[in-house]
């Protein structure tokens, strides 16, 4: 871990900041942009006090507004989402949009032109409604749709763009959309469909590196990698055997799941393959359906990632737990999850600050998955919400985590407050604060955001400019307009 109170960081520490299409940019109908899952969900009223993506942060209007706030923060990268229904309003080429390409290409044009690395992601979890209709993730038939929407993104958008994410942290989609139903498209099968969308979300992100690897690297010189979420398992009892195995059958149903096939051989791991075996043997029933690649596929999906992503937001005390024949990863995978008391808290109750566990992961990814590739590793994604009836601006706790977990390429979450799924805007990921009763959704930095552009800061440039910014761009926004 880099001393981070030093003030030193590698000469090639690569800094970013992110945020995802749907949590931010609102817009939602706008020149015939499609519905997704998420805009569905939220007005079926599933989100916390009835709330919307209709609006969000407006960034579908404010691209050189959030451009602003990068530069003052200095961030040299910006990882963002494209919405598939943006670009093609049912999920298909025929269903192209115009606007919604020429939004993207302004966002691109005037990062590049602010001296900011633009990182695209194709996809985090906004699916155009018109494919769940026709049965989303869990239809065979996704795949093509997905290459073809990948394909005219790097046909399109690849000549500017060096570095593209397939997917950001599908195991959401599978688990919380497909498995428990927490997220759209709220499907409570966690036995055959979640592990089917795992399955054709696997072939659609190798189907897109393929395009690329075929078709754009030698021409545009990027990189194709994928974004995968997880927690770090510590064995509660690191004597016991019993605990570290569990820990590693932890890793395997989360990480395992998606990383096995990508990194290692384009199957899926023993371990999860064994113990899905072993469960339904001693239940004498099915708790989990995994599918079976071909061989074909198998060849097709292996090596598909020039770089490993990984969003980590906390850990977990993992234990071994015998003899339930419930559904759910936990009970086939015969683990339990467990917090430390002492590990610092957040408004979340999933998320505790345990940065000696971003450490263990980094170790545990590069021994399992990328000693084979020898491909980087970039954490895609880190950062804790706050409570929104909090000290907005002061947001202390957020300082303190970035303290500890700053480590190699680190790309912070996020930019500003947005839609947080079921949460909707009741927790605050943001470095900058937005004002959601505001209908013109102004932000302002937080602490958090001073304390990311003076941590990164490693030349020298006087802070003086970013608090300047930030203090008169209302004004500078007011003659823009």
């Known amino acids: 871990m880099v001393d981070f109170l030093s003030g030193s ?10 945020s995802e299409s749907f949590k931010v940019e609102g817009g939602w109908t706008e020149h015939g942009k499609g519905e997704t ?3 569905r969900f939220s007005h079926e009223g599933h989100v916390f006090e009835n709330q919307t993506t209709d609006l969000a942060c407006d960034s579908y209007h404010k691209v050189d507004y959030d451009v602003y706030l990068l530069r003052g923060m200095m961030a040299p990268n910006y990882q963002f989402s494209i919405s598939w229904a943006r670009i093609f309003s049912t999920g298909r080429k025929e269903s192209l949009i115009e606007k919604g390409v020429a939004y993207y290409d302004k966002m691109i044009d005037t990062l590049l032109q602010s001296g900011i690395e633009p990182t695209v992601a194709l996809h985090h979890w906004d699916l155009p409604q018109a494919l769940q209709d026709s049965g989303g993730w869990e239809n065979d038939s996704i795949v093509e749709p997905f290459r073809e929407f990948s394909g005219f993104c790097f046909s399109h958008y690849g000549d500017r763009v060096k570095t593209w994410i397939t997917f950001g942290s599908p195991w959401v989609v599978s688990n919380l959309g497909y498995g428990t139903g927490e997220h759209p498209p709220r499907v409570k ?10 399955h054709n979300i696997i ?10 690897n075929d078709n754009y690297r030698k021409l545009q010189g990027g990189k194709v990698g994928i974004a995968l979420n997880s927690d770090w398992a510590e064995p509660r009892n690191p004597s016991s055997d019993q605990d570290v195995a569990a820990a590693e059958r932890y890793l395997n149903f989360m990480l395992g799941w998606f990383a096995h096939p990508i990194f290692v051989d384009g199957d899926y791991s023993t371990v999860l393959k064994e113990q899905i075996e072993k469960k339904k043997g001693s239940c004498g029933k099915e708790l989990a359906r995994l599918p079976v690649f071909t061989e074909a596929e198998k060849q097709r999906i292996q090596g598909t990632a020039d770089f490993f992503g990984l969003n980590h937001h906390t850990s ?3 234990s071994e737990s015998l003899n339930s024949c419930d559904v759910g990863p936990n009970n086939v995978g015969d683990f339990q999850t467990h917090i430390d008391p002492t590990w610092p808290p957040t408004a979340s109750d999933q998320i505790q600050s345990v940065p000696w566990g971003l450490r263990r992961l980094l170790n545990y990814i590069s021994l399992e998955y990328t000693s084979i590739t020898k491909v980087p590793i970039y954490v895609t994604g880190n950062g804790m919400p706050t409570e929104y009836n909090s000290d907005v601006f002061n947001d202390t706790e957020r300082v303190d985590y970035l303290k500890a977990y700053i480590n190699e390429r680190f790309t912070v979450q996020s930019l500003m407050d947005g839609f947080e799924g079921p949460q909707g805007y009741s927790q605050r990921f943001g470095l900058h604060y937005v004002d959601f009763e505001d209908p013109d959704r102004p932000r302002t930095p937080k602490a958090s955001a001073y304390y990311y552009s003076k941590s990164q800061n490693t ?10 910014m930030a203090q008169n761009y209302a004004r500078w926004n007011d003659q823009e307009n």
């Open 9 to 18: 960081f590698p000469v090639h520490f690569d800094w970013s900041v992110s």
């Open 37 to 39: 899952i998420w805009d």
């Open 189 to 198: 099968d966690p036995i055959i469909t979640s592990y089917k969308v795992t």
């Open 203 to 212: 072939k659609s992100h190798a189907e897109a590196w393929h395009i690329y």
């Open 316 to 318: 977990r005390l993992i």
């Open 459 to 468: 030349e020298g440039k006087p802070l003086s400019v970013f608090y300047f």
